[in-house]
């Protein structure tokens, strides 16, 4: 039984090896072509004016005059090769006046969003929340509590004062749908052998 996952399926291409080149990002960032998905306060914006509700992408020069300070997260690249980032734009008090947002764009709680998303639309908008989210938990150093920068177009962040690098990371975990019942089960031990540690692995 064929079973869609929503927030899974995310088409974009992470461009692992283009990331980790902050003058590439920085001309992406700033191109013409690229594409933005703003997020104010965790909240997406979704573009219910024609037809069904998609992701609502908005070009550089809107999202260029807000002028909003936070660095844009690099999502990847979509199948015509151009840049898709999302933004913080929740220092933006009244975004939908800031924005002149048309009728039918409005930003929406990201998890009721994602029921009328299409599937593709809600694995980029995981990606987006959950990045901008750890983001925005993730400030400060745990090592030193300095204060940390973005880097890798939002994949990692650095302490300059101690050097402590933390990456961002799908969490991986393993489903199984039984095809003759239409419901998850999610495997786990009796006991936690490694209480105390550190939890599992990034992959
Ligand atoms: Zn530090």
Redesign the pocket.
């Known amino acids: 039984m064929a079973v869609d996952h929503t927030f899974a399926g995310n088409p974009l291409d992470r461009a692992d090896v283009r990331r980790r080149d902050p003058a590439w990002l920085a001309a992406a960032a700033h191109s013409t072509e690229a594409r933005y998905l703003p997020l104010w306060q965790l909240n997406v914006l979704v573009d219910a004016g024609l037809g069904p509700a998609t992701l609502g992408w908005l070009d550089t020069a809107t999202i260029e005059r807000l002028g909003v300070e936070q660095p844009p997260i690099f999502l990847g690249l979509d199948h015509k090769d151009r840049p898709c980032f999302t933004l913080d734009i929740s220092e933006v008090a009244d975004p939908h006046h800031e924005l002149a947002l048309p009728e039918g764009l409005a930003f929406q709680e990201s998890r009721g969003a994602a029921m009328s998303l299409p599937q593709a639309d809600t694995g980029i908008l995981a990606q987006a929340r959950a990045q901008v989210g750890w983001h925005r938990s993730h400030r400060f150093?745990?090592?030193?509590?300095?204060q940390?920068v973005m880097q890798k177009g939002g994949h990692q962040r650095h302490?300059d004062?101690?050097?402590?690098d933390r990456a961002t990371g799908p969490w991986c975990a393993l489903v199984c749908f039984p095809p003759w019942r239409a419901s998850l089960i999610r495997g786990k031990r009796s006991r936690r052998r490694c209480a105390g540690r550190s939890g599992k692995r990034r992959g």
């Open positions: 150093c745990s090592a030193c509590g300095e940390t302490c004062a101690c050097g402590t």
